[in-house]
């Protein structure tokens, strides 16, 4: 099957259990059209780079996806319909990124002192 990332924008008004709420929904929609979510991640509350929708942060949650186009298509229309989703982007990858992604790394650096992130 396909293999997808589809990563999602929610309203910085919500709280982090409604956040959670929007990605289990989304995991189930996936699952109940025959398709299997492998990762979910939550990047956290973190600005925009403009204002979307009057908003000038957003909750970034990302997940991955193996399941075949249909799924897909069912997700987007579903994410679109939602109030609380101010943007969201599917991609097909090639092959899923296996532990933390790339914005999870990031943190992770981010939080270092400096001493140690030049050793």
Do not use: C
């Not at 293999?3 to 924008?9: A, G, I, W």
């Not at 492998?38 to 997940?63: C, D, S």
């Not at 996806?65 to 109030?83: C, F, H, K, M, Y």
């Not at 990858?93 to 030049?118: A, F, I, Y």
């Amino acid at each position: 099957m396909p293999l997808y990332e589809h990563v999602f924008l929610a309203r910085q008004d919500l709280s982090q259990a409604q956040v959670d709420a929007l990605a289990q929904t989304a995991t189930e929609i996936v699952e109940q059209n025959a398709g299997k979510v492998t990762k979910t991640e939550t990047w956290g509350l973190r600005n925009l780079a403009y204002k979307i929708q009057k908003n000038r942060k957003a909750h970034f949650v990302m997940l991955n996806i193996d399941a075949p186009a249909g799924v897909v298509a069912e997700l987007e229309r579903q994410t679109s319909i939602n109030e609380d989703v101010i943007r969201y982007l599917t991609v097909r990858v090639d092959e899923l990124e296996e532990g933390p992604s790339v914005m999870m790394r990031k943190q992770d650096r981010e939080r270092r002192p400096r001493r140690d992130r030049d050793a």
